[in-house]
Structures are given as C-alpha cells and as structure tokens.
C-alpha cells in the first residue's frame, strides 16, 4: 500500500468521522431548541431559510416518532385518557414551536423570489432601453440609405424617447408592486397560520370534553361499586327466640292450669 492509498483511506475517514459528529449534535436538538435558534425574523438568507426547513423536517418526524411511542405506552395503563391528553398536548406544543420556524423560513424564500425577480425584470428593462430594436421596414435599400444619409429631423430620437419613457414607466409600476405582492404573501401565511391554530383549539376543546366525560363515567361506575359494596355488607333483619311473656301473661297461663 503506498502512500497516495494511506492518505485517502485517512481523509475518508476523517470525513465520517465529521459527519457522524454533526449527526450526534442534530441528535440533541429539540422544538424548543430549534424555536431558540431560528427565532421570528433572524432568518436573513436563502442558506439559513433552507437549513431551517431541513431541521424542521427533522424535527416533526422525531416528534411525531416520540408522540407514537407515547400512545402506545399509555394504552397500556388504567387511566389511559389522561396519560393521551398529555401526550397530545406536548405533541401539539412542539408541532407549533416547528410549524413557527417553518413559515418564518417559507416568507423569507418567497420574499427572496419576489425581490429577485423584480430585479431580473428591471435589469432586462434596462439592456432593452440601451438597445431599442430598430424599426422594421419593408424596403431594406431604403433603410441602408437613411442610415448613411443624415437625418433631416427628430423623428428617431423622439422615438428612442417614447421607448424609454415607457420602460421607465413599467419598471416604476413593477416596483411599486412589489411591496403589495410581498404583503398578500404574508397575509397568506397569516391565515393559514390562524386556521391551523382555530383547528388545534378545536381538537383541544374537543379532547377536554371527552376527558371530562369520562372522568364523570369513572366516577359514576365507582360510586356505584361502592354502594353495591356497602349494601353487600349491611346486617340482615334479626330472626332470633321471641320475647319472653309478661308477668300477666303467666298468670292468665297459672289461672287456666289451675281449674278441674
């Protein structure tokens, strides 16, 4: 083995070892963490937009890995509503802590687009303008000539003019509709945002409930086996020897033994 051999084997190597390091750090990441690094309007580039939806992906899958397991643990105990209410509850927390980063990142890329492609427009506006395409002709000898000859009047000039003035006009009117296109975007990721938190206080309000009624179910069911319980164990009505007879019931008793 020579030394070329030797040395890629050990960048190789290094390399895995790099990347098994980076793994092990996603690996200690949790919503709360991923809420602390990206916070609402840190994210300033297209790398930290796309690097953040990436971890947001990450993230949903480990929580909804984690909120599986945690189901499957609490059908297994006595008060399994109550274990499944909160699983459902953390799992709705982290969700939203992810589900902010993720907007922040899809406004920040959609505002990129936007900015981009007005700049593109205006660029080509430009090269067009410092370029006017001549005008088309039928006759091309004629056009030959008056591009030697010198021209009597205006006339090219004042069309160059128009042109550019009506360049100049449409890039005005793009840019002044950036703003607003940038505005209905965020306007859409705001409502969107809002429905999908009118849906969680829903299925909230909704697992309260059910809760709630089971609860009262449980109750109802072990005030019944107490009471069931509690007439199980009550006395039974007394069926001993009868009272002794009173003293003039002796002696009515004496008095008819008494005759012949």
């Known amino acids: 083995m020579n030394l070329k051999t030797c040395t890629i084997g050990l960048a190789a190597m290094l390399l895995v070892l790099a990347g098994q390091g980076a793994m092990a750090q996603d690996a200690g990441l949790t919503p709360t963490g991923l809420a602390a690094r990206y916070p609402s ?4 580039s297209s790398e930290a937009a796309d690097q953040a ?3 947001v992906e990450q993230q949903r899958a480990a929580v909804e890995h984690k909120y599986a397991d945690e189901e499957h643990i609490c059908y297994s105990k006595f008060f399994a509503t109550s274990c499944l209410d909160k699983a459902k509850e953390s799992r709705r927390v982290a969700l939203g802590l992810i589900r902010n980063v993720e907007v922040d990142a899809n406004a920040f890329i959609r505002t990129a687009r936007v900015a981009q492609r007005d700049h593109d427009l205006a660029e080509k506006r430009a090269r067009d303008a410092s370029n006017p395409p001549k005008p088309i002709t039928d006759n091309p000898a004629k056009e030959t000539s008056e591009a030697i ?21 449409r890039a005005q009117e793009e840019a002044s509709k950036a703003p607003e296109r940038a505005d209905k975007a965020a306007a859409f990721d705001k409502k969107a945002a809002d429905a ?4 969680r206080d829903v299925a909230a309000k909704k697992a309260e409930k059910q809760r709630q009624a089971e609860e009262k179910a449980q109750k ?4 019944k086996q107490a009471a069931a319980k509690a007439a199980g164990k009550s006395p039974a009505p007394s069926s001993g020897p009868s009272a002794p007879a009173t003293s003039g019931q002796a002696s009515g008793a004496g008095s008819a033994s008494a005759k012949p």
């Open 41 to 44: 309007g840190s994210i300033q």
């Open 53 to 55: 939806l990436r971890e």
């Open 149 to 169: 000859a010198p021209h009597s009047g205006n006339e090219g000039e004042r069309h160059v003019a128009d042109h550019e003035a009506k360049v100049k006009a």
């Open 196 to 199: 999908e938190a009118r849906q």
């Open 220 to 223: 109802a069911e072990k005030e």
